[in-house]
């Protein structure tokens, strides 16, 4: 079982940034981060395969958000700038449950955290 523990969020005003962490009991190749704002399905924003040889955003934050991850720490990092209303969102990260392919899908994953939240006011 890996469990995941994420850190980091807060609120910002637009056009600010927050990091976010999160610390994971057991590396996977794939690594990625979900949002989910009220009232809307989850979705993939960022992961990060194979110690960072591949890494995908979401059209929505690309250019804005960094997936990074320090393996030796065991922690995935998500660096936000230019944080907009719109990302207001619980963030969640994520760990594959088996090898073979990376990507937002959630198909992906199989290990979730249990969210941090992350508001963006005007």
């Known amino acids: 079982q890996v469990q995941l523990a994420e850190s980091g969020g807060g609120s910002v005003q637009a056009g600010g940034s927050l990091r976010l962490s999160c610390s994971v009991s057991y590396w996977k190749n794939c690594m990625g981060w979900f949002r989910q704002a009220p009232g809307k399905e989850r979705e993939g924003v960022a992961a990060?395969?194979?110690?960072?040889?591949?890494?995908y955003y979401a059209d929505s934050v690309k250019g804005r958000f960094t997936v990074t991850q320090d393996v030796s720490k065991k922690t995935l990092f998500l660096q936000m700038n230019s944080l907009k209303p719109e990302d207001t969102a619980t963030y969640f990260c994520?760990?594959?449950?088996?090898?073979?392919?990376?990507?937002?899908?959630?198909?992906?994953?199989?290990?979730y955290g249990r969210g941090t939240m992350v508001t963006v006011s005007s």
């Open positions: 990060i395969f194979v110690g960072g040889a591949e890494t």
């Open positions: 994520a760990a594959s449950r088996m090898t073979g392919g990376c990507g937002l899908g959630s198909r992906y994953y199989g290990y």
